[in-house]
């Protein structure tokens, strides 16, 4: 099992230009969560998917989107990048139990997004 | 709203002296909480978590909730134990919505 994988690991952008990072959960999970990490900071949530719906979102603006795949997979869409959206964005998965709780969060190595 | 302050950005110790990092919280429900870390070149991975009351690679944590605190400790550290680590919280009932401190950067040097 390869874990989560992200793709691209790195990746220089223009600002204004729109963006699209991709996750591959680790096998049998089927929640996703995107955050992201700033220089000098701790991750921040941005939202999670599960069911290919967004569960829950975090204090970012519209221009952050996302999406899931049937196949539990998901990708992170920015729009109308700004040079304040440069950080290491991580996905994280997991697994949604009966009991509407989430096991234990396993993360990728990320994407380290400049925005120039 | 929920924060995690850790108010250490660096801490340095010996190997085999007894190590401590802190982590307080702010959140007016029962929050779950977490350390997480991330050695040299790795993702960032789970180290332990309150509810679990267990000891990993001789770490453990409890969480005070009279002082919305939950430090991590180790009582002789190792130079493998060179890390960052994140203290994190979750409320609402399950982990699916992490809140981060900044994070301390561990060094033990030999």
């Known amino acids: 099992d390869a874990g989560v994988t992200q793709s691209p690991t790195h990746l220089i952008k223009t600002r204004g230009q729109q963006v699209t990072l991709r996750c591959s959960p680790k096998?049998?999970?089927?929640?996703v969560s995107w955050y992201q990490q700033a220089l000098g900071q701790g991750p921040q949530f941005i939202f999670q998917?599960?069911?290919?719906?967004?569960?829950q979102r975090g204090n970012f603006p519209d221009r952050f989107s996302g999406h899931q795949f049937p196949n539990y997979s998901s990708e992170l869409n920015v729009n109308a990048l700004l040079l304040g959206d440069s950080a290491l964005y991580l996905c994280?998965?997991?697994?949604?139990?009966?009991?509407?709780?989430?096991?234990?969060?396993?993360f990728g190595q990320g994407t380290r997004l400049t925005v120039v | 709203a929920q924060r995690v302050t850790q108010p250490e950005k660096l801490l340095s110790v010996f190997k085999g002296a007894p190590v401590e990092l802190k982590c307080n919280y702010s959140?007016?429900?029962?929050?779950?909480l977490f350390w997480y870390v991330q050695y040299s070149r790795q993702r960032l991975q789970l180290l332990l978590r309150?509810?679990s009351r267990e000891s990993i690679k001789g770490f453990t944590a409890d969480l005070n909730k009279g002082e919305t605190s939950f430090h991590l400790k180790k009582p002789f550290a190792q130079e493998e134990d060179s890390a960052m680590y994140y203290c994190?919280?979750?409320?609402?009932?399950?982990?699916?919505?992490?809140?981060f401190g900044k994070g301390t950067l561990l060094t033990v040097n030999p």
């Open positions: 959140y007016s429900g029962s929050p779950e």
């Open positions: 994280a998965s997991s697994v949604l139990t009966g009991l509407n709780r989430n096991t234990e969060a396993f």
């Open positions: 096998s049998g999970h089927d929640t």
């Open positions: 998917y599960y069911e290919e719906e967004e569960r």
């Open positions: 309150h509810i």
């Open positions: 994190a919280l979750s409320y609402g009932g399950s982990n699916y919505k992490l809140t």
